[in-house]
């Protein structure tokens, strides 16, 4: 879709408005003002003077619907612009969002997922539990030799189970200092006992699931239905209990709603 154009202000068409709106309001008062003066001096000099009424009535009744034309006019545009802009602006969000997710909708999952022989991933075999991996050396310095943000865990048989943001660990090695605890050979598993409430919420709810007919928009509702989850796993039926085929993440998601 072709970018939106944005409207080009323009300060003379705005100058211009100001200028006629209070020409018309400063000239509406003042030839108010010299007709109630004329009045005035024709009833101090004949006070039986018809004739001042009747002129001042016919100019203020020729002038005045034209003047009120005028000045709702201009005043309409004046102070209507930016709402309309605004609205504009808004509804012009609402067609990207209704076309974005038309594209999400006809995109395969399992054509833009990351495939399960590309995963670099953490083993958890059966009769292990988290506190088989050290926070340092298992996942921040895994993280930084392999060049990626997330610790991905799955089991033998290619189950996942845990996609844990590099950044989540660090806050949490971060609190623990803070606190004066000693983080020395600190494991992900103290991680899920002794982490806050959200950090503990973000690694039970890392994970969900789709099948591999899914598209990207059920992907993407996912993680709106669930905020702390930013992965999502490709099964054959979208079972937690099958393995793994491929995955997606938010940045996935993000790139192909680009329209």
Same mark, same amino acid.
């Given at each position: 879709?072709?970018?939106?154009?944005?409207?080009?202000?323009?300060?003379?068409?705005?100058? $211009?408005?100001? +200028? /006629? *709106?209070?020409?018309?309001?400063?000239?509406? @008062?003042?030839?108010?003002? %010299?007709? #109630?003066?004329?009045?005035?001096?024709?009833?101090?000099?004949?006070?039986?003077?018809?004739?001042?009424?009747?002129?001042?009535?016919?100019?203020?009744?020729?002038?005045?619907?034209?003047?009120?034309?005028?000045?709702?006019?201009?005043?309409?545009?004046?102070?209507?612009?930016?709402?309309?802009?605004?609205?504009?602006?808004?509804?012009?969000? $609402?067609?990207? +969002? /209704? *076309?974005?997710?038309?594209?999400?909708?006809? @995109?395969?999952?399992?054509? %833009?997922? #990351?495939?399960?022989?590309?995963?670099?991933?953490?083993?958890?075999?059966?009769?292990?539990?988290?506190?088989?991996?050290?926070?340092?050396?298992?996942?921040?310095?895994?993280?930084?030799?392999?060049?990626?943000?997330?610790?991905?865990?799955?089991?033998?048989?290619?189950?996942?189970?845990?996609?844990?943001?590099?950044?989540?660990?660090?806050?949490?090695?971060?609190?623990? *200092?803070?606190?004066?605890?000693?983080?020395?050979?600190?494991?992900?598993?103290?991680?899920?006992?002794?982490?806050?409430?959200?950090?503990?919420?973000?690694?039970?709810?890392?994970?969900?699931?789709?099948?591999?007919?899914?598209?990207?928009?059920?992907?993407?509702?996912?993680?709106?239905?669930?905020?702390?989850?930013?992965?999502?796993?490709?099964?054959?039926?979208?079972?937690?209990?099958?393995?793994?085929?491929?995955?997606?993440?938010?940045?996935?998601?993000?790139?192909?709603?680009?329209?």
């Amino acid at each position: 879709m072709a970018a939106q154009e944005t409207p080009v202000p323009s300060p003379f068409r705005d100058l $211009l408005s100001s +200028k /006629v *709106t209070r020409f018309v309001l400063w000239g509406t @008062v003042l030839i108010a003002l %010299v007709g #109630i003066g004329f009045a005035i001096a024709a009833l101090a000099i004949d006070k039986n003077v018809k004739d001042a009424f009747t002129i001042l009535q016919y100019i203020f009744g020729s002038l005045l619907p034209l003047w009120g034309t005028w000045i709702g006019t201009i005043l309409a545009y004046y102070y209507s612009k930016e709402n309309f802009e605004s609205a504009n602006k808004s509804v012009q969000q $609402l067609v990207d +969002k /209704v *076309t974005s997710e038309k594209k999400l909708q006809s @995109v395969k999952a399992k054509d %833009v997922m #990351i495939s399960r022989s590309k995963l670099v991933c953490q083993v958890m075999s059966s009769g292990e539990d988290l506190s088989k991996f050290k926070l340092k050396e298992d996942c921040l310095d895994f993280t930084t030799t392999n060049k990626i943000k997330r610790v991905l865990i799955l089991d033998e048989h290619d189950l996942a189970l845990y996609a844990i943001h590099r950044d989540l660990i660090s806050f949490f090695i971060a609190s623990e *200092t803070l606190a004066g605890h000693d983080i020395a050979g600190a494991t992900l598993k103290d991680m899920l006992e002794k982490g806050s409430d959200d950090t503990k919420q973000i690694m039970k709810n890392s994970v969900k699931f789709i099948g591999q007919d899914a598209n990207l928009l059920e992907a993407k509702n996912l993680m709106l239905q669930y905020k702390t989850c930013q992965d999502v796993f490709i099964t054959n039926n979208g079972n937690p209990s099958e393995p793994v085929l491929g995955w997606i993440t938010n940045v996935t998601v993000s790139e192909n709603s680009i329209v």
